[in-house]
């Protein structure tokens, strides 16, 4: 056993000096046949680093706009009927104290109640107005919209509790209504929402993908101030998980205490965020193995190269080749040698190919990032993506290198001798 690994050895030996021998013989020819395996792998490289990228961006920005940990309880006002919408009646109108209850009843860890109504938002000072969406909601709100802010701060409890006039102002709305001007100078003043005047006590931070013009007022200050609607506008509750694991639970647990209070659950809507994620996390994957199956054309291309350059090697060293049959060389040690040719020169051409698909990945990705002004966009960097790339040249190369070292191993050594 040890003789016959050390042939093997030596006859690999062999094989990769010779090998080596003849692809520095021919430069340009062995450049251009690793051209073709160093676009293949650079772009598979690039488009899978950039994918990896957009998938975590993608994953970011929904768990900051939807939160995967929540989950939602709402009523049903309206259910669809041979493609009818048709109106509910009799469901539920939550207050504060069925959210406590809700949260006590599920294992919750936090919960929160709003009730969105579109009313005129106005500064008294310049004159200044916009009609938005004002939502009010629990003093623990933040946990669940993802308000982070730039001056001020929340509701207190007793603010909330007794329903006082204090107002949030999302950054795009606080910069209309002080025309452009730095919106932290509304803090402490008063605006008028829906006519009633309330002070401003926080500016939210700006976020990327902000396109409302939200402002968040205590839940009970909206049931006091917002229109009457008819029919009666419903709140929808949020139920907010230990973990992303627990989530499932906890809906489970909703739908248990929506039952026992709520006998017909075809008025309410209970349901998480995860789905969604997962949905956008599956078309980004889609989609990347979609270029990904379109890169590895570039591939075959690269490894059609390679055979017809060994091809070529094969016709210009028959000679060559029946010498060394002629000297006792066997036709494993041929085949080797041209298998070892091919390996060379799609290896060689994955390792640039490597190099410069990073190169590529993070130069778009920084282009992206100064001219989108997306800070969160980042190139994606995977071991198995590079292996991926690199064992998928390296099987090309053995594949598309085979039939020329068969037919190099199969001459004859007299018929190759005589060939001129």
Request: hydrophobic share 50%; glycine share 10%.
């Amino acid at each position: 056993m040890s003789r016959y690994a050390a042939a093997t050895a030596t006859a690999t030996a062999t094989a990769l000096r010779i090998g080596g021998d003849a692809l520095l013989a021919n430069p340009l020819r062995t450049l251009l046949a690793t051209l073709g395996v160093i676009i293949g792998v650079a772009s598979f490289v690039a488009v899978l680093s950039l994918g990896d990228g957009m998938q975590a961006a993608a994953r970011a920005q929904l768990e900051q706009l939807t939160d995967v940990q929540t989950v939602t309880v709402a009523a049903r006002t309206y259910r669809d009927i041979d493609g009818e919408h048709i109106p509910v009646k009799g469901y539920p109108i939550f207050t504060p104290a069925d959210a406590a209850q809700a949260a006590a009843a599920t294992g919750a860890t936090g919960v929160s109640l709003f009730e969105k109504a579109g009313v005129m938002v106005d500064y008294p000072h310049n004159g200044k107005r916009r009609a938005t969406g004002v939502s009010g909601v629990l003093s623990r709100a933040d946990e669940f919209h993802h308000m982070r802010l730039t001056e001020g701060r929340f509701f207190t409890d007793v603010e909330a509790e007794h329903g006082l006039a204090v107002v949030i102002l999302s950054q795009k709305l606080a910069r209309e209504l002080v025309a452009g001007a730095d919106p932290r100078r509304l803090i402490n003043q008063q605006v008028r929402v829906n006519g009633v005047a309330m002070s401003v006590i926080g500016v939210l931070q700006a976020y990327a993908g902000e396109v409302g013009y939200d402002a968040y007022i205590p839940f009970q200050t909206g049931r006091k101030i917002f229109p009457p609607s008819d029919p009666p506008r419903p709140a929808t509750m949020l139920l907010r998980a230990s973990s992303v694991e627990g989530v499932d639970q906890l809906k489970a647990n909703a739908e248990d205490w929506a039952a026992q209070h709520y006998a017909r659950l075809e008025k309410l809507d209970i349901h998480t965020q995860k789905a969604r994620v997962e949905q956008a996390e599956q078309g980004i994957l889609i989609f990347k193995m979609f270029m990904a199956a379109l890169t590895g054309i570039s591939l075959l291309v690269g490894g059609i190269g390679i055979m017809n350059v060994l091809l070529a090697s094969v016709t210009e060293r028959t000679r060559e080749i029946g010498v060394r049959k002629a000297i006792g060389a066997q036709r494993r040690d041929v085949l080797l040698q041209f298998l070892t040719e091919s390996v060379a020169i799609s290896g060689a051409g994955s390792a640039i190919g490597v190099v410069l698909g990073l190169i590529a990945a993070f130069g778009v990705t920084a282009i992206i990032r100064a001219s989108a002004n997306a800070p969160f966009f980042h190139a994606g960097f995977s071991w198995m993506t590079i292996l991926v790339a690199v064992g998928s040249a390296l099987l090309i190369g053995l594949a598309f290198g085979t039939y020329p070292a068969l037919r190099a191993s199969r001459m004859s050594p007299i018929e190759a001798i005589r060939h001129e």
